[in-house]
């Protein structure tokens, strides 16, 4: 009996001990909650005065945000465009040379209201993705600098200046032996399997492009080959072989600033689409209601293209045919918007056959991404497509296989997708502070 009464007075002297333990661990955490932390760095300098630079990064793909707030901390980052000083606007496009062209908007708010600024700059094709990231670092501080002048932190900034080194023939004008031709190739094969199935599959690619403020003119060239082997035990082995190859070319006149002419022309085959061989060209003009230069933040475009395919199918179709040449038209109106509330962009396409007139597509999508208000924001991606010009069906049912690994094209009268979704955050305006420790784990 005393032995129990002992065990029992342990167990409670242990349950107070470890009760005591919890109430203070309570107390400093409400201590430390009650007592903010030392302000540091930009946080230090705002309680001198009005506070520093509030900035709303908006830069969907194209910055390394983790380098960005190590490398310029003269700046607070803010996750809600109503409480920053400054929207940077990021848009990038494609150069000629294969590289980016960058444009970086300034947008003031706030106090910055009306004072807005842009600026560009490019990288090269060979740029890696720290050079890259270092370049827009850079711009990014020189863009910050006037506005940062008017905030406590302009005592500690300073300007430095590289001078560049001086080579003989500098100035003069460099030759350029490709005349603006840039050429890619890329090449890649995969492999995987286990015990009942095997995939494998190759693929080549081959692209070259000229631009100028005039041209542009694109070739590429392209041959895939996909193979499945699938074990259905008792000897039973189903194989499904897929393959096709495609050239392409594209030449593009610059009428005016808003007016286009181009040509296209492609030669392809596909065994999922029953060609043996598909050869196509096309002349059109297209129109867009902005200026080209403004392609980057806003764009609505009308195209128009009539052309000419010619078709040797691999066996023979619904239409009873094995070769056939189809006169055809089509007209294209695709709007694109990137602003400081978010993008948005549609497209709606109809193509018909001149001999059939009862042969068409068209397709319609469009996908938005916008900021409805603080912290709140909404995004979706719907298509569809009427059918009616599925001219190179093969004859005769499809087999059970066939359907199911997708080896042929089935009929269909239409296709669509779509998808949504919103994303809402709350909490903390403040988004400085990078932390990697352990970064892989649920991240």
């Known amino acids: ?134 370049e827009f670092g850079r711009i990014f501080k020189l863009g910050l600098v006037a506005y940062a002048a008017d905030t406590p932190v302009a005592p500690k900034l300073d300007v430095t200046y590289r001078s560049p080194q001086q080579t003989p023939g500098a100035s003069a004008l460099v030759r350029d032996p490709w005349h603006r031709w840039v050429f890619r190739t890329n090449a890649s094969a995969s492999m995987s399997g286990e015990a009942s199935t095997e995939y494998g599959s190759y693929r080549l690619n081959f692209s070259g492009s000229r631009v100028t403020p005039d041209w542009k003119v694109n070739v590429s060239a392209g041959t895939s080959y996909n193979e499945n082997t699938f074990d259905l035990g008792d000897g039973e082995v189903i194989k499904s072989i897929t393959e096709s190859s495609n050239v ?54 009308v195209t128009y293209r009539v052309g000419l395919s010619n078709y040797k199918y691999r066996e023979l179709t619904v239409y009873d045919k094995l070769e056939e040449t189809i006169p055809n038209h089509s007209v294209t109106v695709s709007l694109g918007l990137r602003q400081p509330w978010g993008s948005v962009g549609a497209s709606s396409s109809f193509n018909q056959h001149l001999n059939h007139t009862d042969r068409f597509r068209s397709s319609t999508y469009g996908n938005a991404d916008v900021r409805v208000f603080k912290g709140f924001s909404f995004y979706a991606y719907a298509g569809y497509s009427k059918i009616k010009d599925q001219v190179a069906l093969r004859k005769g049912a499809a087999t059970p296989e066939e359907i199911l690994l997708r080896l042929e094209q089935q009929a269909t009268n239409y296709s669509f997708n779509y998808s949504f979704g919103f994303s809402y955050s709350f909490g903390s305006i403040f988004t400085s502070i990078v932390n990697p420790r352990f970064g892989g784990v649920f991240d």
Not at 26 to 52: R, S, W
Not at 270 to 291: C, L, M
Request: with cysteine; aromatic share 10%; proline share 4%.
């Open 1 to 134: 009996m005393r032995h129990t009464t002992t065990l029992y007075l342990t167990a409670v002297r242990g349950f107070v001990t470890l009760l005591l333990a919890f109430a203070a661990t309570v107390a400093c955490a409400q201590g430390a909650a009650a007592t903010p932390p030392a302000p540091t760095g930009a946080q230090a300098a705002a309680q001198a005065g009005p506070p520093p630079l509030r900035i709303f990064l908006d830069c969907q793909y194209e910055c390394d945000t983790e380098y960005l707030r190590r490398a310029v901390t003269f700046v607070d980052y803010v996750r809600d465009r109503g409480v920053a000083d400054l929207h940077v606007l990021v848009t990038t496009q494609s150069t000629g040379g294969g590289g980016s062209a960058w444009i970086v908007k300034f947008i003031g708010l706030q106090r910055f209201l009306g004072l807005d600024r842009t600026l560009t700059f490019t990288t090269g094709p060979t740029a890696t993705s720290d050079e890259r990231r270092r």
């Open 248 to 301: 392409n070319a594209l030449v593009v006149k610059s009428l005016t600033g808003k007016w286009s002419w181009g040509n296209a022309g492609s030669i392809s085959n596909s065994s999922f689409a029953n060609t043996a061989r598909a050869v196509s060209g096309s002349t059109g003009i297209e129109y867009d209601f902005f200026p080209y230069v403004e392609s980057n933040r806003r764009s609505l475009t």
